[in-house]
Structure formats: structure tokens, C-alpha cells
């Protein structure tokens, strides 16, 4: 199983970037975006149910982000608008088979990670 993650670059501040993570080998029910910055714990940004009925966010994204998924693409994708400096970290997706959703310890398989730059 290899999860490979893309779309990362640098933004000025009210950007927008769209991430995407392919997942080969099968198809998992729970699909997640990770991120860390420089120093911080890596922190929940948004999941996804297989179905893409369930979405969840972290309080700091809602409004800006929305994840979706493409299974016939095992595909699942981050749109991230009006970005601001503090989204800048390593973004990293994620995939599981049960929640919760929010931690990073309920996810068997991460992707190498992609770098997300805002400027000011």
C-alpha cells in the first residue's frame, strides 16, 4: 500500500492550492489530511468515509477547505481557499478503516508528505 501526495507549493495569502493523494493497493474507508509546521505536533485538517456522506474538519480550515474523494481514482483530493500564513506546514494524507477521525494514531498508512507555503 503507498499513499503518494501532491499539489504542495508556495501561495500568497488568499490563495488557493488544491492537494491530492493517490492511494494504490485498496481502498480504505477512512481517508484523512494531516498537517505540521516547524515545531508543532501534526495536527487533524480533514477526513473523509468512503462514501464522501461524511466529512469532518478542523475548526481552523471549516469554511476554507473541503476534501472530497474519487474511488474509481482511489483518489482523494484537499481544495484549500483563502489560505492564510498559518496553514503553512507539511501536508500529509492519511488512511484508515475506523475513527475517530481527528487522530493521527487510528490511520495504518501516511503518505510522504507535501509542502504547503503561504506568504504574507
Known amino acids: 500500500v503507498q499513499l503518494q501526495a501532491s499539489g504542495g507549493g508556495l501561495v500568497q495569502a488568499g490563495g488557493s492550492l488544491r492537494l491530492s493523494c493517490l492511494a494504490s493497493?485498496?481502498?480504505?474507508?477512512?481517508m484523512g489530511w494531516f498537517r505540521q509546521a516547524p515545531g508543532k505536533e501534526r495536527e487533524f485538517v480533514a477526513a473523509?468515509?468512503?462514501?464522501?456522506?461524511?466529512?469532518y474538519y478542523a475548526d481552523s480550515v471549516k469554511g476554507r477547505f473541503t476534501i472530497s474523494r474519487n474511488n474509481a481514482k482511489n483518489t482523494v483530493y484537499l481544495q484549500m481557499n483563502s489560505l492564510k500564513p498559518e496553514d503553512t506546514a507539511v501536508y500529509y494524507c492519511?488512511?484508515?478503516?475506523?475513527?475517530?477521525?481527528?487522530?493521527?494514531?487510528?490511520?495504518?498508512?501516511w503518505g510522504q508528505g507535501t509542502q504547503v507555503t503561504v506568504s504574507s
Open positions: 493497493g485498496r481502498t480504505f474507508s477512512i
Open positions: 473523509i468515509s468512503w462514501s464522501g456522506g461524511s466529512r
Open positions: 492519511a488512511a484508515g478503516q475506523r475513527g475517530p477521525v481527528t487522530s493521527p494514531l487510528q490511520y495504518d498508512y
